[in-house]
């Protein structure tokens, strides 16, 4: 147990469905991300929340919408989802401070499949 | 472009055999190197961080080690078991702000 929880474990969904994945971590940190893993690549980083606030976007698609309600609480929002957007998604957190990242710390994912 | 390289892809050694894994980063400027463990359908688990400084350390049966100057790491795994069946993560953190570059992991397996 890392200290960060991910529910749902797996999920399917259809491609016309609305569904949220939620994350929650207890370690009092103030930074968390979305990561995406498919099959055979590197870990892909969607967003970064930094105190609440989104800093980073790389440039994920719309059909995917992040909300941070506060420093404990991630939400991943999916709609209108693709066949490809099926992988693994990891939520994890660090303590920020300036230039100074403590270690990310992840929760067990949860296992998307978009029928 | 940041990149982190590992290798072999996978590997498959009997119990109780030792194996290593390769980490080549072109990762600038650097911060800090992390060996992450990802057992199948779960996070990845830090197992050990390098600083620029360090060469060496080690955690118990794996011990990981830091070329600065070639930008290369590898993970030494003693006296391997069953429960090191995973996929192994090299992640590189750059000197600025949060950029953590991952590797594509080297999945092993270990059998008796």
Not at chain 1, 74 to 93: G, I, K, M, R, V
Not at chain 2, 30 to 47: A, E
Request: include cysteine.
């Amino acid at each position: 147990e890392t200290g960060v929880t991910q529910t749902p474990r797996h999920l399917v969904m259809g491609m016309t469905n609305k569904k949220s994945l939620k994350c929650e971590q207890h370690l009092g940190h103030n930074a968390m991300y979305w990561y995406k893993q498919s099959a055979k690549k590197p870990l892909e980083l969607m967003f970064v929340y930094s105190l609440e606030e989104r800093v980073e976007n790389n440039s994920v698609p719309s059909r995917f919408s992040p909300e941070c309600p506060n420093s404990s609480h991630l939400f991943l929002h999916l709609h209108t989802l693709q066949p490809e957007d099926s992988a693994l998604y990891l939520c994890a957190s660090s303590q920020d401070g300036g230039y100074l990242t403590t270690e990310a710390f992840f929760g067990q994912g949860t296992r998307l499949t978009v029928v | 472009k940041n990149q982190v390289e590992q290798s072999p892809q996978s590997l498959i050694i009997l119990e109780g055999k030792n194996c290593t894994l390769q980490c080549n980063y072109t990762v600038s400027p650097f911060s800090n190197l992390r060996w992450y463990k990802q057992d199948t359908g779960r996070g990845p688990v830090s197992l050990t961080i390098m600083t620029f400084s360090e060469n060496t350390k080690s955690n118990g049966r794996y011990t990981a080690t830091l070329d600065a100057d070639t930008k290369q790491s590898s993970l030494h795994i003693t006296a391997s078991q069953l429960s090191d069946s995973a996929s192994y993560i090299c992640v590189v953190r750059t000197g600025t702000a949060s950029k953590l570059t991952f590797g594509t992991g080297t999945r092993l397996q270990v059998t008796l």
